[in-house]
C-alpha cells in the first residue's frame, strides 16, 4: 500500500468544520491529566526504557492506518519480537481504513473516546489534533530525548503551532525530491537543474528522449495533492500561503510568479495533458511504468522506484535524485512532510503508552529497520532522526538518499499550523486544478485568496 501525502478531498471540509466547532467550543475536549505523574519511575536500560518490567501484562492500543506499508509492518514485527520481550507490554495496531481513520483522530482527540493510547496522525493534523494530547517536554527531558534530534519542519510539525510544547515524536517523514532518468541526463550531458528556468530547459531536451513525456506532473484534484510542487515554488520565491496575521499572503509578485512558474510545467507540454487531472498516484506510475524521464515525489518513493518487483527493471537500474531547484539568488525551499505519534489524554494507561512511544521513535529502532533487507515487505529507507539521515551505514543501505534527504530538510517547511487547512487546502487545490485547465492565474488566485479570507475570519 501506498502511504505518502495521500488525502481524502471529499471528507477534508467536513472534517475543518467539525474540528472549528470543537476547538471553538462546542466541545471543550476531555480534560488532560498529567503525563508526569503516569509515568513509572526507576532506572533505565537500552533505548531509554524502564528496567524491572513495571507495565508488564498492559495491553495498549494505537490508533493508526495503513498498517501494511512496509515501515509500519517493520515496526510492529520488531514491537512483538522486541519490545513486548523487554517490557512485558503488548500493543495493538488498529488499521483503520484512511478514509475513516481522518474522522477517528477527531473522535478520539477532539470528543475523547477513550478507546485508544496512542494516536498516529499526518502533520497538517496536529493542530486541531493537540487539544486531546499529552504535552511531552517534561518526560521527554526526562529521558534525554529532545525533539532537535529532527530536522527542523519535523519539529514544526511536533509542535502544531505552539512554539513552547512538542505534541507528537516524528516516526515517518520525508523530503520532496525530484526523481529523474539517469541515463538520459548522462546522454544528454547535464546535471539537475539548481533553478527553475534551468530545469525548463533541461524538459525541452528530455522531451521525447526514450519515447518519454519529459515530466509526470499532478495537477488534479486528490487531497491536496497537486500543492506540494506548488508549495515548493511559492516559498522558494520568497511567497507564503498564509502571512502572520493568517490572512492569505499567496497573491503577491512573488506568489504570481511561482503559480506560473508550476502550471508552465503543463503548459509548454513537458508534462502530457492528461497530468491536469492526475494525483500523486497517477504521475509516479507514469515514471515506474516507463512513461516519463522525472517526477517529483517524496523520498519515500525510492523503495518503489529501485524495486524490480514493483517497475520495469530498465527503471529500478536507472534512477537519479536530486533536490527540487529553486530561484536564482534564493535558497531553495520544500516541503518536509511527516507522520507523529502522541500519547491521548483520555488513555488509561498513559505510562505503558510512553513507554512504547520512547522505543517506537527511538533512532536505535529506526536505525536497524533501515538497515534490515532481508523481507521486501518490511524494507524501508524512511529515518526522521538526523543522526539517522547522515549515518554512512544507513545511506549505503538505501542509495544514498538519507544524506540527500537531510541537506534538503534542512531549509524545508511543513504546511501552516491552523485547524483551517483542511479547508485552505480544499480552495486551493480547486484553484491549481482550474488554473490547469486554462483558467486565468492571478484572477483566480484572487479568488481563492477571498474564500480564504471568509474562511479563516468566520
Not at 505518502?4 to 462546542?26: E, F, H, P, Q
Not at 501494511?68 to 483503520?96: D, H, P, S, Y
Not at 530545469?199 to 513525456?213: C, K, N
Not at 529515518?383 to 534538503?408: I, K, Y
Request: hydrophobic content about 35%; proline content about 6%.
Amino acid at each position: 500500500m501506498r502511504l505518502a501525502r495521500r488525502r481524502v478531498g471529499r471528507i477534508s471540509t467536513a472534517l475543518g468544520a467539525a474540528l472549528v466547532m470543537l476547538v471553538s467550543g462546542c466541545s471543550a475536549g476531555p480534560s488532560p491529566d498529567d503525563l508526569l505523574d503516569s509515568v513509572a519511575t526507576g532506572p533505565t536500560g537500552e533505548r531509554g526504557l524502564l528496567t524491572g518490567k513495571p507495565y508488564d501484562g498492559t495491553h495498549i492500543r494505537l490508533l493508526s492506518c495503513c498498517k501494511t506499508t512496509a515501515q509500519f509492518a517493520a515496526l510492529q514485527r520488531r514491537t512483538e519480537q522486541e519490545f513486548t520481550k523487554k517490557t512485558g507490554i503488548t500493543v495493538e495496531w488498529a488499521n483503520i481504513p484512511y478514509e475513516s481513520y481522518l474522522q477517528k483522530i477527531v473522535a478520539e482527540t477532539a470528543v475523547g473516546g477513550g478507546t485508544y493510547d496512542l494516536v498516529v496522525w499526518p502533520d497538517a493534523y496536529g493542530a486541531s489534533a493537540k487539544i486531546g494530547l499529552q504535552p511531552l517536554d517534561e518526560v521527554m527531558a526526562d529521558v534525554g530525548r529532545s525533539i532537535e534530534e529532527f530536522p527542523p519542519p519535523f519539529q514544526q510539525a511536533a509542535r502544531a503551532g505552539d512554539e513552547d510544547t512538542v505534541y507528537g515524536l516524528p516516526f515517518r517523514g520525508f523530503s520532496y525530491n525530484y526523481f529523474y532518468r539517469e541515463s538520459e541526463y548522462e546522454r544528454l550531458g547535464m546535471e539537475p537543474a539548481t533553478t527553475w528556468p534551468e530545469l525548463g530547459e533541461q524538459l525541452e531536451r528530455l522531451d521525447g528522449a526514450g519515447g518519454r513525456d519529459a515530466f509526470a506532473g499532478q495537477y488534479g484534484r486528490g487531497g491536496g495533492q497537486n500543492l506540494y510542487t506548488w508549495l515548493s515554488m511559492l516559498w522558494s520565491n520568497g511567497g507564503d500561503v498564509l502571512d502572520a496575521e493568517g490572512e492569505p499572503a499567496f497573491t503577491t509578485e512573488e506568489g504570481v510568479a511561482a503559480t506560473e512558474q508550476y502550471l508552465s510545467l503543463l503548459r509548454d507540454g513537458h508534462s502530457p495533458p492528461a497530468s491536469t487531472n492526475w494525483t500523486e498516484t497517477d504521475a509516479t506510475q507514469a515514471f515506474e511504468q516507463n512513461r516519463s524521464n522525472s517526477v517529483f515525489t517524496w523520498a519515500w518513493q525510492m523503495d518503489d522506484f529501485t524495486d524490480p518487483g514493483k517497475v520495469q527493471p530498465e527503471v529500478s537500474e536507472d534512477i537519479g535524485v536530486a533536490p527540487l531547484p529553486g530561484w536564482e539568488g534564493k535558497p531553495a525551499v520544500t516541503y518536509g512532510y511527516t507522520w507523529l505519534m502522541g500519547v491521548l489524554n483520555t488513555s488509561g494507561q498513559q505510562g505503558a503508552a510512553w513507554e512504547y512511544l520512547k522505543w517506537v521513535t527511538h533512532a536505535d529502532t529506526e536505525r536497524d529497520i533501515a538497515l534490515d533487507k532481508s523481507d521486501p515487505d518490511t524494507a524501508t529507507s524512511v529515518v526522521v532522526h538526523t543522526r539517522n539521515m547522515l549515518d554512512p551505514e544507513v545511506n549505503a543501505a538505501n542509495h544514498g538518499l538519507p544524506e540527500l534527504q537531510e541537506s534538503t530538510l534542512r531549509r524545508a517547511r511543513t504546511v501552516p499550523m491552523t485547524i483551517d487547512w483542511p479547508q485552505i487546502q480544499d480552495v486551493l487545490e480547486v484553484a491549481i486544478n482550474e488554473m490547469a485547465h486554462g483558467a486565468d492565474v492571478r484572477t483566480k488566485l484572487d479568488e481563492a485568496a477571498a474564500q480564504i479570507r471568509r474562511l479563516v475570519r468566520r
